[in-house]
């Protein structure tokens, strides 16, 4: 029996909606095998700068070092949005989360269910058999260096910038994972024009040594953006650095059909915090219409990765596989053929989650 604190933390927007949903697995979970999970709460982002003025206030951080895992669910709001002069934003308790949690590696696994093939705007035959796994280095580059303007604010810099040590530990992290699956990895970075992406390169391939039984390939940006369209297949996993993972991976999740079908692992040597990689959206905030599975599917990779607990994490993956088979759809994933009474909102798309797993 697996005794574990788990923090619930939605964040803005649909966060509090989805987290919910969430929650309510890890619970049928615990009971269904006999776990206890306890639960806590906690502010960040835009509600957090409402309520206390610093979007991640040290309470809410001692709470995350105290847990075996954080429940995540999103930051943002529009009011910052089209607001560049804003000094304090949501935005700023994510990367001090993740700072002061040493999560350095952000783990995203793009599969795609069959149903879903139509979903995305891929052709399905382009598409089928797709299964990637993302490792995004989560702590250095152009987000942590230093940044500001000069010639009186008509010119801006930031500066990207890594050691040889932050990307080691990402590529050990992605070897370890290359070999429990097709042993192939691909490193990503633009070491004809960047100088960390040199270093980058240099240390994947000092790395790759100790992991003789995976094939390594090296390959620009650019190529990568354009060959995760045109074959998204070739891929296993993929590791690459903090702003071109931002970027791939959110590319990558129209292979999978929707942002709402992709979840998350921010790991590092302590908590992992565990979300869905899609934003807060507020224009559909408080509608019911958010689809909770990569909620869902955030907590089946909890109750892997934290937890060690594989037979439940897959009892989680199967109950979305058979809602999916059923037919059930949340409205970003539908397409034509799917019926209209088959539509359902965040709540209803929980319930028949829940359903399956009991």
């Known amino acids: 029996m697996a005794n574990k604190k788990i923090l619930v933390v939605p964040g803005d927007g649909i966060g509090k909606e989805v987290t919910a949903v969430g929650k309510l697995v890890l619970d049928a979970i615990a009971q269904k095998y006999h776990h206890q999970f306890s639960y806590d709460t906690a502010l960040i982002g835009h509600v957090a700068i409402e309520a206390t003025g610093t979007p991640l206030p040290d309470e ?27 000094k304090v934003r949501p935005e700023q308790g994510l990367l001090k989360m993740r700072k002061e949690l040493g999560l350095y590696a952000n783990i995203r696994p793009i599969k795609l269910f069959d149903e879903l093939l139509d979903a995305s705007s891929i052709k399905p035959e382009i598409l089928k058999g797709a299964d990637i796994l993302f490792f995004r280095e989560l702590t250095g580059d152009i987000y942590f260096g230093e940044k500001g303007r000069k010639n009186n604010g008509n010119t801006a810099f930031d500066v990207a910038e890594y050691s040889r040590y932050e990307i080691e530990r990402i590529a050990r992290k992605a070897f370890e994972a290359a070999r429990t699956r097709r042993k192939k990895l691909c490193s990503v970075d633009k070491a004809n024009v960047i100088e960390t992406s040199r270093l980058w390169r240099e240390v994947v391939q000092q790395v790759a040594l100790d992991y003789p039984d995976v094939t390594v390939e090296h390959q620009f940006v650019d190529a990568t953006a354009m060959l995760l369209i045109k074959e998204p297949t070739r891929f296993d996993v993929v590791v690459t650095a903090n702003l071109f993972g931002d970027i791939l991976t959110d590319e990558a999740s129209q292979i999978a059909g929707s942002m709402g079908m992709l979840a998350s692992a921010s790991i590092g040597d302590g908590t992992g915090v565990y979300e869905p990689i899609h934003g807060s959206a507020h224009d559909i905030t408080g509608k019911g219409v958010a689809n909770p599975l990569a909620s869902i599917l955030s907590v089946a990779l909890m ?44 709540e209803q798309m929980g319930q028949l989650v829940l359903a399956y797993l009991k």
């Open 60 to 86: 809410s951080l001692t709470k995350m070092k105290q847990s075996d895992a954080v429940l995540f669910g999103a930051v943002g709001h529009p009011k910052y949005d089209n607001d560049p002069t804003a």
């Open 303 to 346: 109750l892997d990765i934290s937890f060690g607990l594989t037979t439940e994490s897959n009892a989680v993956i199967a109950a979305v596989d058979a809602v999916l088979k059923a037919g059930y759809r949340t409205r970003d994933i539908a397409n034509s053929s799917t019926q209209a009474a088959n539509i359902v909102g965040t």
